[in-house]
């Protein structure tokens, strides 16, 4: 099954903005030497959204997220990111965004509390009692030096410097791959704890832990966007299906392998002609782990 056609069951390659969108992209391709990284994107994240980004190693997760925070350039598409160019944000627009990087990108020598001090001082609006509840809560000593804390330490560290200043858009690249399920569940709830409104874009291999907080999904796989839609329709609407024969190819069909059972597919039961199902096919919905393994393998 061509990636197209799994982008095409779904109703192309975006997610319908209701509202203002904070991220908006068009047609973007980004190449390093021959190698194709992103390819053809198109994607409208809609205000307020909790937008779950998934894909196996080498999907182009980083390299979207890099370009829409203006690290990196495209060779081609349009980008805006809170209605700017990133490679031009404005001093207001930076203040209202927050990211946290695969590997944080802290100053070692200074000590946690300097550094958040530090930080602080570059934006208009700094949450300092919030930030300090969360310090305490997540057990970071404010007289130790960033060089000597672990990698799990320095992700909390770098999730206060991105929450402190309440952003409105926050971008999260593997931002709980170090934390243990308890400072996972910890952070999850503090993106939600404060009642404010914000934008999530959240790229993740813990899939347990993300389909508990997203409302819509983006799957990534070898540069393009082969999913993307409101999670709540995803599990409404698309299903596996265990199988004694293949299917016919047909619009609806958006994956289809041999399995352990035989054979699976996934179906978009909004598309697909149920009629073509034999009467053995066993039909379920998917959790996010399952939908995974479906239409990445």
Known sequence: MNQQHLADGLHKQELAATRTSPIEVSGL?????????????????????????VGANGAGKTSLMRCLLGLTLPQSGQIRLLGENPQTLSHSARARLGYVAQTPELVDWMRVGHY????????????????????????LDIDQKISVLSLGQKQKL???????????????????????????RDFMRSLFDDGQLRTVLISSHLLSDLE?????????????????????????????VQLTRRLPEAP???????????????????????????????RAPMNLDTLFVELVS
């Not at 399995?259 to 053995?280: M, N």
């Open 29 to 53: 391709n980004l190449s390093f030497k021959d190698r194709h990284v992103l390819k053809d994107l198109d994607l409208c994240i809609p205000q307020g959204a909790v937008v779950g980004v």
């Open 116 to 139: 958040l001090d530090y930080i602080a001082a570059f934006y208009p609006v700094w949450r300092s009692a919030r930030v300090e509840a969360w310090r305490r809560a997540w057990d």
């Open 158 to 184: 770098a999730l206060l410097q991105a929450l402190g200043h309440a952003p409105e858009l926050l971008l999260l690249d593997e931002p709980v791959a170090s934390l243990d399920p308890l400072m996972r």
């Open 212 to 240: 508990r907080i997203i409302t819509h999904l983006v799957l990534m796989k070898n540069g393009r966007i082969v999913l993307a839609e409101e999670w709540d329709v995803i599990t409404e609407y698309v299903q596996r």
């Open 252 to 282: 609806g069909l958006l994956a289809q392998h041999v399995c352990s059972e035989g054979l699976s597919a996934v179906i978009d039961t909004r598309l697909f002609d149920l009629s073509l199902l034999p009467s053995d096919a066993h």
